[in-house]
């Protein structure tokens, strides 16, 4: 054979190796499979988008999401991928819009066409080794949620993780209804509490940016009507004192935790509120603060709260399924029920309608509407690259306007911790960190960003008061930016059952009763009132006292002299209550720590019904006669007692306790009527150098 055509086969083979090296590589499904970011070259500026391309049984699938005009998962049709040839329409876009492109190593290179008009598009392959690892990521993150959920005994969760630009989970775990089995998704409604505060005051931040707020102004500019127990604190405080919990009040909970009061009546009573520390000396969360930013907005915005907030903030991002009344949650299709641990079982809890204080904590969302929440969050002001707030505002929200003594969440690794504008923010081993955690009755919420590595997570659970979501925050931070990691779950759950040995050790050390009541228990009974608080009724049953706070009631077991010490039925909420009298011997207030956070509180007794009842005065009428033979004469003048005594004016006498009556213009002097059935005998005047008893002729 000839030497030519005897080497004609490994030439042709070499040639077509060379072919392939000059014109490309075959392509396979890995080549092309992913997600491909990019940017269509417009005139004016580029338009990002990224388009994820899938391949199932041979079949391929295309998908394109364009932030800015927030276009997600838009189907790609006609979607060809030939050799190294890239193709595909947009039905769904005006004007004829298609791709056509080449593929080479980790590009596709092509021009995008829509009315009759082309523009290059470059699409950029994300790295499928990255993808990789961080699929394994989330794998595990999934696996150890529900891994904590089941062993912190929370029935449901939902949680949502956004990093780098990209949601990676979005999912339910455990039950929105336990006693129907009935399964959490990332559309399921769950209350948020004070994670709602933010909205507040990105609420007042839209409204800076449109210059009717200016955050360091007085409020009595915006407020003529606001009142504060301290003068000071009334005409200085500013919009940023209102919202970074520096008003020197003290939680003062139980008055809208426990009441019916409207949003408008709390407002007018936190005049009467004492204060636990100076003005801006000291951080102390304050809801009614938040309240007060309400009324801000509202007086502000010419509409309510929600309305504004509605309008501001849901309808932009796409909350759609957010709503301010635990009311209207209950009425749609997908919403969990709350939660609580009692005597050890897991029982649902009923819901607590939060209309009142709403701007701190009425909100209820799911983990999908969340996400977007965080994603503004994390958009410098932008969302889907629209301008929603300015990049100031934001920032001003999150840094820290005042100093905190300690962490609300024992973590070692947790530094400088500090309150922003409705965020928490704090050093957590070198990372920034702008989170805030809600809590009410059956749920427990956390929001949760690290601004700078661009992750930011929310975790809606249906457990009252669990610790959960800060576990599951720290410990998804740790995985996804590969820190050293900490056995969070030991560290917050690990020693519960020797805390709870410890408490119960603590209970059973508190000792009893070696004194008897200084007064016969009818004489606590009585109505006692506070201008802010308004109303204790104290009760008897049996024998035995009873306190009612509006909706909180609970029995009192007797401690010593005049104090007493209960809990209401089915809160827990602790009862301590100490009488005190006046000089004469009778009840004339209570003092109550209604919450730990609040000093005692004086509630003044109320006269009795009677004292204002003209039957009953009427038989106090007549002319009582003193040892040395001065009369006092007794009259009735609609549903006021006058006293005339001989060289003396005419006394209006005011109820007070039981029979007695104080004199409108002499402090310290009071009249007590002695009763023997229904009729008066006698009265005795009790004066500051004296008693001087008169008898009833």
């Not at 360091?216 to 009507?225: F, G, S, W």
């Not at 919403?335 to 701007?359: M, V, W």
Request: net charge negative; proline share 5%; glycine share 8%.
């Amino acid at each position: 054979m000839h030497p030519r055509i005897q080497n004609q086969p490994y030439l042709l083979s070499f040639l077509l190796f060379f072919a392939t090296l000059v014109t490309g590589f075959t392509q396979t499904t890995e080549d092309w499979q992913g997600k491909w970011d990019g940017a269509i070259e417009l005139p004016s500026t580029p338009l990002a988008l990224q388009i994820k391309l899938i391949n199932t049984d041979g079949t391929w699938e295309g998908l394109m999401d364009i932030p800015s005009q927030r276009i997600n998962d838009m189907a790609l049709a006609d979607l060809k991928i030939e050799g190294d040839q890239l193709s595909f329409k947009l039905p769904e876009v005006p004007g004829t819009a298609s791709f056509t492109g080449s593929w080479s190593p980790g590009t596709v290179t092509g021009t995008f066409s829509q009315m009759g008009q082309s523009f290059p598009l470059v699409l950029k392959q994300q790295d499928a080794a990255a993808a990789a690892a961080l699929q394994a990521k989330i794998t595990r993150i999934k696996n150890l949620v529900d891994s904590f959920r089941i062993g912190a005994e929370v029935p449901g969760l939902g949680l949502g993780i956004i990093y780098k630009g990209e949601v990676i989970i979005a999912d339910g775990f455990g039950l929105r209804n336990v006693e129907d089995g009935i399964a959490v998704n990332a559309d399921t409604r769950f209350a948020i509490g004070s994670s709602s505060k933010a909205f507040t005051t990105m609420g007042l931040a839209l409204l800076a940016d449109e210059d009717k707020l200016d955050w360091e102004t007085p409020l009595k500019k915006y407020l003529p009507d606001f009142k504060l127990y301290d003068n000071f604190a009334t005409e200085e405080m500013n919009a940023i004192d209102l919202t970074c919990h520096r008003s020197g009040l003290p939680r003062h909970d139980l008055m809208w935790y426990a009441t019916d009061f409207s949003r408008e009546e709390l407002y007018q009573r936190l005049q009467y509120l004492e204060p636990s520390a100076s003005f801006r000396s000291k951080w102390q969360y304050q809801n009614l603060m938040y309240m007060t930013a309400g009324i801000l907005t509202e007086r502000l915005s010419g509409q309510t709260w929600e309305a504004y907030i509605q309008e501001k903030i849901f309808q932009p991002l796409g909350m759609s399924s957010t709503s301010f009344s635990v009311t209207e949650m209950e009425q749609t299709d997908n919403f969990a029920y709350g939660y609580g641990k009692k005597e050890e079982a897991i029982t649902r809890l009923p819901f607590h309608q939060l209309d009142a204080i709403g701007p701190a904590g009425s909100i209820n969302a799911s983990a999908t509407d969340m996400l977007k929440w965080v994603e503004l969050q994390l958009g410098d002001g932008q969302y889907k690259g629209q301008h929603f707030v300015s990049s100031g505002q934001l920032e001003l929200m999150h840094k820290p306007q005042m100093l905190m003594s300690q962490p609300l969440i024992a973590n070692p690794a947790v530094s400088h911790p500090a309150y922003g504008l409705g965020w928490f923010t704090y050093d957590y081993g070198g990372l920034t960190v702008v989170e805030h955690g809600g809590n009410i009755d059956g749920f427990s919420a956390l929001v949760f960003m690290v601004p700078d590595e661009s992750l930011g997570l929310v975790a809606l659970t249906n457990k009252n008061g669990t610790p959960l979501n800060y576990v599951l925050a720290y410990t998804i931070t740790d995985i996804l930016l590969e820190r050293d990691e900490q056995d969070w779950y030991e560290l917050v759950f690990g020693d519960k059952e020797e805390d709870e040995q410890e408490d119960d050790n603590k209970d059973n050390k508190e000792e009893a009763k070696t004194t008897p009541p200084l007064h016969p228990l009818e004489d606590y009974v009585g109505t006692y009132q506070h201008p802010g608080y308004g109303d204790i009724i104290i009760s008897q049953q049996d024998k035995q006292l009873v306190a009612t706070y509006y909706h909180f009631s609970g029995k009192m077991e007797h401690q010593q002299y005049d104090t007493f010490k209960g809990k209401t039925e089915g809160e827990d909420i602790v009862l301590d209550v100490r009488f005190v009298t006046d000089r004469n011997g009778q009840i004339e207030a209570l003092y109550s720590f209604l919450d730990a956070s609040v000093p005692e509180i004086r509630f003044a007794k109320q006269p009795g019904e009677k004292l204002s009842d003209p039957d009953f005065l009427e038989t106090l009428t007549g002319t009582y006669v003193l040892d040395n033979s001065i009369e006092i004469k007794i009259s009735l003048e609609g549903t006021k007692l006058k006293a005339d005594i001989v060289g003396q004016p005419t006394y209006t006498l005011e109820p007070h306790q039981g029979t007695s009556f104080k004199l409108n213009s002499l402090q310290g002097f009071t009249m007590e009527f002695i009763m023997e059935g229904d009729k008066a005998t006698a009265l005795v005047s009790h004066q500051p150098n004296g008693d001087f008893r008169a008898k009833k002729e």
